[in-house]
Structure formats: C-alpha cells, structure tokens
T-cell receptor
Framework: DAKTTQPNSMESNEEEPVHLPCNHS???????IHWYRQLPSQGPEYVIH???SNVNNRMASLAIAEDRKSSTLILHRATLRDAAVYYC????????????FGQGTELSVKP | DSGVTQTPKHLITATGQRVTLRCSPR?????VYWYQQSLDQGLQFLIQ???????AKGNILERFSAQQFPDLHSELNLSSLELGDSALYFC?????????????FGQGTRLTVV
C-alpha cells in the first residue's frame, strides 16, 4: 500500500495558522492525496483532497509540492475544536477508493 | 451528522459468540467500507463493497464476513469472538467508491468482548 509519513504530534496556538506536513515520496501519477481528521470519540471526518493543484475549501487548504512527493494541510486559524488526529492518505487508482490510514499527526491547540 | 448510521452503538458480548454490526450508508451512496480501530493497531481497512459486490479486501480475518444488500445497507458479521476483537468498528460510504471522492464515516460500533 502507498505510504505516507507524518510527524507524530504538533502543537498550535488558538487563532494561529497550522501547517501539517506529509511526505509521500512513492506517490504515482494517478494517486490522490486525501486528508481526514478524527476528533476524540468520533469517526474520521473528511477534510480535503487533491491531485496536483492546490485546493481550498471551507475547512482548510491543501498545498501540493510540484513533484507531488509532499503536501501540506493548512488550517488558517486553529480553534480548540480543531484538536484531532490528522491523517494524510494516498488513494490509489484502481483500488476502489479505499483509504489506508497511517498513524497520523495528533494536533493539540492551546488557548 | 455524516448521514451514515451504524447500529448498535455499543455491544458487549462473551468470547466465542457471534455478532452482527449494521451500517446504513448515506442516501445514494453505492460504496461501503468497513474499518476496525483498536488501540494498538490504529484504523485498519477490512473490506469494501460496491453496489452489492465485494470490491476490495484488507486485513479481514476469516472469522469475519460482510455483505451488502440490495437496499445498499451492509452488515459485518464477527464470529468466534476473541478478546482481541474488542475495538471500534467504523463503516464509511462514498458515492462511487473511486479515488477522487470523499468518504463519510459513521460514529462507529464499540465492541467489547469479555
């Protein structure tokens, strides 16, 4: 399965931007980059996904490196509610959209 | 609310028993995924169905089986339960089950085997 590497944990201050990095050096040209997060005691929640271009939605932005070997999830203003485990996942073409979760990055947000 | 409904929310059962977990996907979603989350293994992909047919298989034990019915709801059957099967079981659905669509997760079923 296609592999991603993320830091185990990160800290942020409330109302400041957060940049969550992800390395995926073995990505192939048709793999999509997905981000999900899991708040305590809840199911994973979709955040954003992209292929080559940077993407923005109401929750976050996704910046994808030109060689696609890394990406960064950007939370523009962290809130206490953003404290969660963030997963960077490669969705591999022809594998039905299944998501293989790694260990993720545990984000803590300080008031 | 993701629109994916899982029942029951909690289940306590004894070793050796069999249980069935149920998942109702979002209206119109054809693809259903099952995941297991335990403290030591993280989120593990078990199996995927698309419009009633098995599409992908992950780390699913032979004691476990699943199916998707014509109305698109899905059931995960766990038999000969062991203590190590205690975990959160999540179901997710997506419209088409392709690489560029998002998946919506339910709140999970917490299974405790005693």
């Amino acid at each position: 399965d296609a592999k991603t590497t993320q830091p185990n944990s990160m800290e942020s201050n409330e109302e400041e931007p957060v940049h969550l990095p992800c390395n995926h050096s073995t990505i192939s040209g048709t793999d999509y980059i997905h981000w999900y997060r899991q708040l305590p005691s809840q199911g994973p929640e979709y955040v954003i996904h992209g292929l080559t271009s940077n993407v923005n939605n109401r929750m976050a932005s996704l910046a994808i490196a030109e060689d696609r070997k890394s990406s960064t999830l950007i939370l523009h203003r962290a809130t206490l509610r953003d404290a969660a485990v963030y997963y960077c996942i490669l969705s591999v073409y022809n594998q039905g959209g299944k998501l293989i979760f790694g260990q993720g990055t545990e984000l803590s947000v300080k008031p | 609310d993701s629109g994916v409904t899982q029942t029951p929310k909690h289940l306590i059962t004894a070793t050796g028993q069999r249980v069935t977990l149920r998942c109702s996907p979002r209206s119109g979603d054809l693809s259903v995924y099952w995941y297991q989350q335990s403290l030591d293994q993280g989120l593990q992909f078990l199996i995927q169905y698309y419009n009633g047919e098995e599409r992908a298989k992950g780390n699913i034990l032979e004691r476990f089986s699943a199916q998707q019915f014509p109305d698109l709801h899905s059931e995960l059957n766990l038999s000969s339960l062991e203590l190590g099967d205690s975990a959160l079981y999540f179901c997710a659905s997506s419209p088409a089950g392709t690489v560029n669509t998002e998946a919506f997760f339910g709140q999970g079923t917490r299974l405790t085997v005693v």
